[in-house]
């Protein structure tokens, strides 16, 4: 069984995005625990201006449309097997077409939200995110194979 994280960005431990930075330290800590483990950044700059790593990353062109899936993203998940994904990160507009395709393709992910759904990131822009909640982000949940909460702030 192979892991295949996915995020926004490079998974670069010397940038301030703690997401990257916690991805980057579990895909090391996994591939030390002998697992084979890749990495997939969506990001609008496609270079591999990052330190040398023990795992494999592969960069995706991030589309100008939030919701718009990479061809080359969509096909590279349509020709992997005995895969779990994750997916790192909540109310990213993107997650919600590749947990689509996921689904679609009857391919397990986990999601981990990263607080994105703690009870304070829930407050600021109530209106909207209830919105967006209902219209995507509740699909993404529903097609969770697991959802990992780092905290207990998360837990509802």
């Known amino acids: 069984m192979e892991i295949i994280h996915i995020i926004l960005g490079k998974a670069n431990p010397e940038r301030m995005n703690g997401v990257n930075k916690v991805v980057y330290q579990l895909a090391t800590a996994q591939v030390e625990h002998h697992q084979k483990v890749r990495v997939w950044g969506i990001t609008k700059d496609a270079q591999e ?12 062109q991030k ?10 993203l969509k096909k590279a998940i349509t020709q992997t097997e005995n895969v779990v994904f994750h997916l ?58 697991k959802i990992h909460c780092i905290g207990t702030s998360e837990k509802w």
Do not use: C
């Open 88 to 145: 790192h990160g909540g109310w990213i507009p993107l997650f919600w077409s590749i947990a689509h395709e996921l689904h679609r393709q009857n391919k397990r992910f986990v999601l981990t939200p990263h607080g994105a759904y703690n009870r304070i990131a829930m407050r600021k822009n109530r209106l909207l995110k209830n919105i967006y909640f209902y219209g995507f982000e509740k699909k993404v949940l529903e097609y969770a194979y």
């Open 63 to 72: 589309k100008r449309n939030p919701f718009g899936l990479p061809f080359d």
């Open 49 to 60: 201006n990052f330190p040398a790593r023990n795992f494999n990353t592969r960069l995706f």
